[in-house]
């Protein structure tokens, strides 16, 4: 096998659709508070609820998930939450403009959980199987990073109340 069937073979498995018990490789971007941040490698060792939206519309999805995962996790500190924003596409000289008008609609509390990503985009897209960008796509991932729960469509009662259940499922660290 040469050099590049290996390295386009690695291409393809890199943005090969997730599934759940597949492992979330790392996503990285920065903070609304400027910060550099990686999931799952930043809270290593403790589950998390990862929100990520690929447009406006997406987002105004992900505010309503976003609001529902702190109901799920609010008696499960042992679980962390994130929203993920893919915002490659916005137009370089447009991004700031963007992410202060998103800054500002966003409560300060949420700032170092909320990550502002600005390359891979496609290759998320193609791990998440995006196919409508208006919906929020919701993963929840084990202390190993392991997928245990996934939604790829929009919110509902029906989505939500099946990630309570998988959260449920998720043990707290043993002390």
Not at 58 to 79: F, L, P, Q
Request: hydrophobic letters at 45%.
């Amino acid at each position: 096998m040469t050099f590049a069937s290996v390295l386009l073979l690695g291409m393809a498995s890199a943005a090969a659709p997730l599934h759940v018990g597949d492992t979330l490789p790392v996503v990285a971007g920065e903070t609304m508070s400027g910060k550099t941040l990686a999931r799952p490698t930043a809270a290593a060792g403790k589950a998390a609820i990862l929100v990520f939206s690929f447009s406006r519309a997406g987002g105004n999805d992900a505010r309503i998930w976003n609001d529902h995962v702190s109901i799920a996790t609010k008696d499960n500190s042992h679980i962390s939450s994130f929203t993920v924003m893919m915002l490659e596409s916005v137009p370089r000289i447009l991004r700031g403009f963007v992410t202060s008008g998103i800054r500002k609609q966003m409560p300060p509390a949420t700032y170092e959980r909320s990550i502002f990503v600005f390359r891979d985009e496609a290759i998320w897209k193609q791990r998440l199987a995006v196919s409508d960008e208006r919906r929020a796509y919701v993963v929840l991932i084990d202390a190993a990073a392991r997928i245990c729960w996934m939604n790829l469509g929009p919110f509902n009662d029906s989505a939500f109340e099946k990630l309570r259940e998988a959260v449920l499922r998720i043990p707290p660290p043993r002390a």
